[in-house]
């Protein structure tokens, strides 16, 4: 079983230290610590020893010299090793302290305060009554105790906020998880169902189901100013909608046994998005990852124009002039097909005639730019996607969505989570 701890501050206690010492020794015996650590300016030490005198032998006490007792920035800190020690040295959890801020300057009580609330503590407390040149007079005590949970009720909720709006979803998950909703205030009590749905629908919506995110998505719209950024704009549900039945068209009534999801300028746009958000995690090598199969897919997409599907090409599909380029080693109900890859793909735009190939020819930057991603750890070889190699690919991948779909700018901010921008 963990110890019972308490930190309390200590002053010098004006023109009646007697008085002090009396209250602090009535707030010690209330709590009835295993051990007390008596934090002190050099000025107090005296009221510390007259405190320790008369505490019974049962109870462990400590002090704890501080170098500034008016400067709260250096006494938070001098707190926060303090507790930082008894975790390490005792092996006691916040939970198990309580920090009394009766005495000492105004500065220590602020700082006491902040790193009590900092570390979890779940008590604080001070001695409140009938006072006397500043301290308590004796027999006229009243320990007043402070449970922190609504203070971090309020913290953990503005930072599953923030973690959200950074793309932290587990992070922010975890941080909702730990909020008390009866100990918020009452205009904020429905935030945290509202929060989860959001939490959940963002996450679903970035790892590629947007059919889970637009249920949780679609209904959640308390109007609140603390999350208004984040909801999906009712005005744009539409177009969502509409994306998630292109993706999941198996999900639509009255479908086909055996739909196929297409390419569509939103699934493209929807996609770019994706890659930007890893780009502002920093997730580089993730971010081109995601560029690639776009590159991709937007060959596919100009290919499906000509009625082509890039994984059964049918000889008759190409131009008589230029089928012997390509490889016709697939054989599908006693028909020669060949699978096309991302350069062969523009390649054939190329011979086609179409201009979206020539976006790729083999001497353009976007080649070369696309040959260095390869290099990376998560394509073909082992070294980090550089943030401005990803930077000139995002540039080249939005070049060509924009020959594709002139509209593509309107798209992809139509399809963009809300507080990114």
């Excluded at 023109?15 to 707030?27: E, G, H, R, T």
């Excluded at 590629?208 to 679609?218: V, W």
């Excluded at 995601?290 to 190409?318: P, S, W």
Aim: charged share 25%.
């Amino acid at each position: 079983m963990s110890e019972k701890g308490m930190i309390m501050t200590i002053g010098v206690g004006g023109q009646n230290p007697d008085s002090l010492v009396s209250a602090l020794q009535k707030s010690i015996e209330a709590a009835n610590p295993d051990f007390v650590y008596f934090v002190c300016s050099r000025t107090s030490q005296k009221t510390a020893d007259t405190l320790e005198s008369r505490l019974p032998e049962r109870i462990q006490r400590e002090r704890f010299e501080i170098s500034d007792e008016n400067n709260v920035d250096i006494l938070f800190n001098d707190f926060m090793e303090l507790i930082g020690s008894l975790r390490r040295d005792r092996e006691c959890e916040p939970a198990d302290l309580r920090m009394d801020y009766t005495s000492g300057t105004k500065a220590m009580s602020a700082a006491a305060i902040l790193a009590a609330v900092s570390s979890g503590m779940n008590c604080i407390q001070y001695i409140a009554g009938q006072r006397k040149d500043g301290v308590v007079q004796a027999g006229l005590e009243d320990i007043k105790t402070i449970s922190p949970t609504r203070f971090m009720a309020s913290v953990h909720l503005n930072q599953s906020i923030e973690n959200l709006r950074a793309l932290r979803y587990d992070a922010a998950s975890a941080a909702l998880a730990a909020v008390v909703v009866d100990a918020l205030p009452p205009s904020d009590r429905d935030l945290p169902s509202a929060l989860d749905a959001l939490i959940k629908g963002y996450q679903a919506w970035d790892v590629f189901r947007q059919d889970i995110a637009f249920e949780l998505l679609k209904t959640t719209s308390r109007p609140h100013y603390k999350i208004q950024d984040l909801l999906f704009p009712k005005e744009k549900i539409g177009r969502f909608s509409q994306l998630k039945q292109t993706l999941f068209p198996e999900k639509m009534k009255n479908c086909d046994s055996s739909p196929k999801a297409l390419i569509t300028e939103d699934v493209l746009a929807d996609l770019f998005n994706n890659a930007i958000r890893r780009m502002r995690e920093g997730k580089y090598d993730d971010a081109c990852a995601r560029l690639y199969r776009l590159t991709e897919m937007c060959a596919q997409f100009a290919l499906q124009k000509h009625n082509i599907d890039t994984g059964h090409v049918r000889e008759e599909q190409i131009p008589e002039a230029c089928r012997t380029k390509y490889c016709f080693e697939h054989e599908k109900k006693g028909q020669k097909e060949a699978k096309l890859g991302l350069h062969k793909n523009f390649e054939l735009l190329r011979d086609l005639g179409n201009p979206v190939g020539d976006l790729l020819s083999p001497k353009t930057d976007f080649a070369a730019t696309i040959s260095t991603r390869n290099s990376s750890i998560l394509a073909h070889g082992m070294m980090p996607v550089s943030r401005e190699t990803c930077e000139k690919l995002r540039d080249h991948v939005f070049h060509l969505l924009q020959q594709i779909a002139p509209d593509m700018e309107a798209r992809c901010k139509a399809l963009q989570f809300p507080w990114i921008k």
